[in-house]
Nanobody, 121 residues
Framework: QVHLVESVGGLVQAGGSLRLSCAAS????????MGWYRQAPGKQRELVAT???????NYADSVKGRFTISIDNAKNTVYLQMDSLKPEDTANYYC???????????????WGQGTLVTVSS
């Protein structure tokens, strides 16, 4: 069974930095893409950043220039370096994985449990 383990978020002051990680395990044949989404209280879940296993990245406009996503294919782990954090970045951050099992016909998606990031002003 595929499993995602996210690092613990935390509380950081505005302007500070935080790094999230998410490791995937459980018989994955191929990772197609990994990424991060977030959901603030009272809002819908939104894209933060994604990366393919080949390193093609996509960022939400709100985080471009401040956040950097990277992937370690050998470890099936994705990282999100968050710099110049703002109070509006406060949210639960969810890891996302698109993958293929050896026995599956097509790609599948799964999500992490979420980790809370709080940015104080």
């Amino acid at each position: 069974q595929v499993h995602l383990v996210e690092s613990v978020g935390g509380l950081v002051q505005a302007g500070g930095s935080l790094r999230l990680s998410c490791a995937a395990s459980g018989g994955i044949f191929r990772v197609n893409a990994m990424g991060w989404y977030r959901q603030a209280p009272g809002k819908q879940r939104e894209l933060v950043a994604t990366t393919t296993s080949g390193g093609r990245t996509n960022y939400a406009d709100s985080v471009k220039g401040r956040f950097t996503i990277s992937i370690d294919n050998a470890k099936n782990t994705v990282y999100l370096q968050m710099d110049s954090l703002k109070p509006e970045d406060t949210a639960n951050y969810y890891c996302y994985l698109n993958y293929k099992l050896l026995t599956s016909l097509g790609p599948r998606d799964t999500w992490g449990q979420g980790t809370l990031v709080t940015v104080s002003s």
